[in-house]
């Protein structure tokens, strides 16, 4: 069996200094079931915010959806004062889950199996037989209805995207995504916005796999030829990548057309990636807009732990990471236009739809490069990844030929493994 | 309702037609001649894979919309040439049509279908379910699509998306 079962002795002995100035990450980390537990206590349930939704998707007074953080299933839903709850979807009866739907409308949340009903708050609003029938059964005296609320987490929203917090010890949700974070979604969700509908994705991987590739700017030239032919992206052009002082959250951006193609074609020589001769009989599948006022076309903006927020010329949309064990995860894209749209941008949004989620031109290939570490490493955990482009230190870059922000989830992943939870 | 189906009792020609045409589409796919693929629609088309619950709340999204034969050309170059995934092959499993109406030149159908997925390694699996909500027309006295629209139950799409359904 595996070397290595135990998280604690994992993070022991995961070097601080990989080979010639390189970084390593040890290949236990993403296949042991005992580190993806830890995650689930010291991670998705210690002192982060994770996101469960955006306010658009629950705009009435009774509107819920179902999701989860990590494995856990929450119910996230607005109360009649408009105030958002997010809760454990458990009754505290007997466990069973309360909400058995995706998304709906309901005046309060009703257990199936015995009756117990809750407000949209999540307290407990009533029971059947609590007073027994004819003088038999029922409760005991000092049953005390307050003590049998849903479990509700610390919930706050910032500019329509909401987040839930199983810590009483994190702090606030802006100072938790730090000021970069925080102008990166003030741009995006600078006005209202609307839902255009979920895709969902299931990668057979581990879901820290995915937080690499979305801060991984080296590998989106090369594996995307889409990207590269099109000059949507190449690792030429103006861009970099920006994080936090604790390193958690990673902001990789580009600028289209901000690079010489004949250069690019030295540069990427005889690469898969870069194909000119490939061209598009409908190329109004590329056609757009300016959203911004910046030059700005690609911004992937990954918020540790759980989600992604990305613009991709006029594609917009939000990646959620539900974990279903230390293989497997759900990606949920959930893609977004703005209220004010109007009929043109409507069908420029739905052409360049194509270009996103798991049937999209330019990342339909994330969820095989997912698959493809995860068969490599499924023995030899002791062993170790190499990264060393750019330098193999953490931190921001003001160019995109780096893997400094993937160094700096793993710094930031390794800080907070390390906590016990409070 | 009588009447219409009387009327289709009559043209039942037409009923063959729409399996011939559904049969060849699941064919062209499941024997990798993606190249006949688009030729299987009208210039003027539109091809949409949508998931059931998105189109159920009456929103747009959908993880393949193409909106011109052109598009599925583009599609059918960027599987061969531009985009990377596990080697598989399709197998359609297609049920009877329900046919809606024929009026104007236009019919328009309702099937359902099943496509399992087997990669290299032999396993096959219930990749796609879903209906199939088709308007076909004749184009010089051949039936083809003028809309196929994709909408399926399996709402959490394994790995990615490459091969149309």
């Known amino acids: 069996m595996n070397a290595i079962v135990n998280t604690d002795n994992l993070l022991k002995s995961w070097p601080t200094q990989g080979k010639g100035d390189g970084y390593n990450v040890p290949y236990g980390i993403f296949t042991e079931t005992d580190v993806y537990n830890e995650e689930q206590k010291r991670i998705f349930r210690g002192p982060n915010w994770s996101f469960v939704g955006l306010e658009a998707e629950i705009l009435k007074s009774g509107d819920f959806k179902s999701t989860f953080i990590g494995d856990t299933p929450v119910v996230v839903m607005r109360d009649e004062d408009g105030d958002v709850h997010v809760v454990v979807n458990r009754c505290a009866h007997r466990g069973a889950k309360v909400c058995r739907s995706l998304r709906g409308n309901t005046p309060n949340l009703e257990c199936v199996y015995h009756s117990w009903a809750y407000n949209l708050k999540g307290d407990l609003i009533g029971l059947p037989f609590r007073r027994g029938i004819k003088g038999n059964g029922g409760m005991p005296k000092s049953f005390d209805m307050k003590e049998h609320s849903l479990q509700k987490l610390r919930v706050e929203t910032y500019k329509g995207l909401i987040f839930a917090s199983f810590s009483d010890t994190v702090e606030s949700l802006p100072d938790f995504l730090g000021e970069t974070a925080c102008e990166s979604i003030d741009r995006i969700f600078n006005r209202p916005i609307k839902i255009l509908g979920d895709q969902r994705q299931r990668i057979f991987g581990n879901w820290k796999l995915y937080a690499e590739n979305t801060r991984d700017p080296y590998h989106a030239s090369l594996l995307h030829m889409f990207h590269n032919t099109f000059g949507l992206y190449r690792a030429s052009q103006k861009g970099g990548c920006k994080l936090d002082d604790k390193f958690r959250h990673s902001i990789l951006w580009s600028s289209k057309g901000t690079s010489s193609t004949a250069e690019d074609a030295k540069i990427y020589?005889?690469?898969?990636?870069?194909?000119?001769?490939?061209?598009?009989?409908?190329?109004?599948?590329?056609?757009?807009?300016?959203?911004?006022d910046d030059d700005i076309t690609v911004v992937i903006l990954a918020l540790f732990p759980n989600v992604i927020v990305q613009q991709i010329s006029n594609t917009l949309a939000v990646r959620q990471i539900v974990t279903y064990g230390p293989k497997e995860f759900e990606l949920v894209w959930t893609s977004f236009g703005y209220a004010d749209d109007d009929h043109e941008m409507d069908v420029i949004r739905l052409k360049q739809s194509n270009l996103i989620g798991p049937a999209g031109l330019i990342s339909m290939e994330d969820g095989?490069?997912?698959?493809?570490?995860?068969?490599?490493?499924?023995?030899?955990?002791?062993?170790?990844?190499?990264?060393?482009?750019?330098?193999?230190?953490?931190?921001?870059?003001?160019?995109?030929?780096?893997?400094?922000?993937?160094?700096?989830?793993?710094?930031?992943?390794?800080?907070?493994?390390?906590?016990?939870p409070a | 309702m009588e009447l219409a189906e009387a009327k289709l009792g009559i043209e039942s020609s037409v009923f063959l037609d729409i399996c011939k045409l559904q049969t060849k589409y699941s064919q062209v796919i499941d024997t990798d001649k993606l190249e006949d693929w688009p030729d299987l629609f009208v210039d003027d088309c539109l091809y949409k894979i949508q998931p059931r619950e998105n189109f159920d709340r009456d929103l747009e999204g959908s993880v393949i919309v193409c909106t011109s034969k052109g598009m599925l050309v583009d599609r059918v170059v960027a599987h061969r040439h531009a985009n990377i995934f596990a080697e598989h092959v399709y197998r359609h499993v297609v049920g009877m049509p329900l046919i809606h109406n024929t009026d104007d030149g236009m019919i328009s159908t309702s099937t359902s279908y099943v496509v399992f997925r087997t990669l290299n390694d032999g396993e096959s699996v219930t990749y796609s379910v879903g209906r199939y909500e088709d308007k076909l027309v004749r184009e010089n006295g051949t039936l083809k699509f003028k809309e196929r629209q994709v909408i399926f139950d399996t709402n959490q799409i394994a790995t990615q998306m490459v091969t149309p359904i």
């Open chain 1, 269 to 292: 020589k005889d690469n898969r990636a870069f194909n000119s001769d490939f061209t598009l009989q409908d190329p109004s599948i590329l056609a757009g807009k300016p959203d911004f």
């Open chain 1, 368 to 420: 095989e490069a997912v698959e493809l570490v995860h068969d490599g490493i499924i023995r030899d955990q002791d062993q170790f990844s190499y990264m060393g482009m750019g330098g193999g230190e953490p931190g921001s870059s003001d160019h995109l030929v780096t893997e400094s922000s993937i160094i700096g989830f793993w710094e930031y992943y390794r800080d907070i493994m390390g906590q016990q």
